[in-house]
DNA sequence: GCCAACGTTGGC
DNA sequence: GCCAACGTTGGC
């Protein structure tokens, strides 16, 4: 299984309202980058990913799963583009911040830290276990 | 609200 | 195929 992570500003996806479509998830459209189009489709369903809220808060408030793998974003007008279909999973115990994430030891190099603009993102395994432990959840 | 980083577009 | 102009993202 391969790990992620997804931006959203709140003020226009929040956790909350991922939360709220329940296990229907929620498509992950809008995204008009090459980067992070390709890592929606290397995705598999099962795969994992931190829902990280940018701008307002800047910090990882979720887990969610994807549902669906990368199909044509229905919110294009142009075929290029695709996303996934991902839903929450569990919130976590402790959001963790991008300040706790710069100074942490092993997440140095996380995508979150180095490529601040790219909105869905890998993450290691090593990461993940490092960020499940400071939200106080399980892997 | 500013601005740095960076991706994309389009003229040549 | 280069590169300047421009737009967007996102931290501060």
């Known amino acids: 299984m391969n ?4 931006k959203s500003e709140p003020d226009a996806w929040s956790w909350n309202q991922q939360v709220a479509r329940g296990d229907t998830g929620e498509e992950w459209t809008g995204v008009r980058n090459y980067q992070a189009r390709n890592n929606m489709r290397s995705m598999k369903v ?12 800047k910090e990882i408030v979720g887990v969610v799963e994807v549902v669906r793998e990368s199909a ?5 007008d142009d075929p290029r583009w695709d996303c996934v279909v991902i839903k929450s999973i569990a919130p976590v115990t402790r959001p ?10 092993g997440l140095e190099n996380m995508a979150l830290v180095k490529s601040t603009r790219l909105s869905v993102q890998p993450v290691t395994e090593a990461e993940w276990l490092i960020v499940c432990k400071l939200a106080g959840i399980g892997s």
Not at 46 to 57: A, C, E, L, P, T
């Open 96 to 105: 963790v911040t991008l300040d706790e994430c710069k100074v942490t030891p």
């Open 72 to 76: 044509p974003d229905s919110t294009a």
């Open 46 to 57: 099962g795969d994992r990913g931190f829902f990280y809220h940018s701008n307002v808060g």
């Open 3 to 6: 790990y992620w992570l997804f």
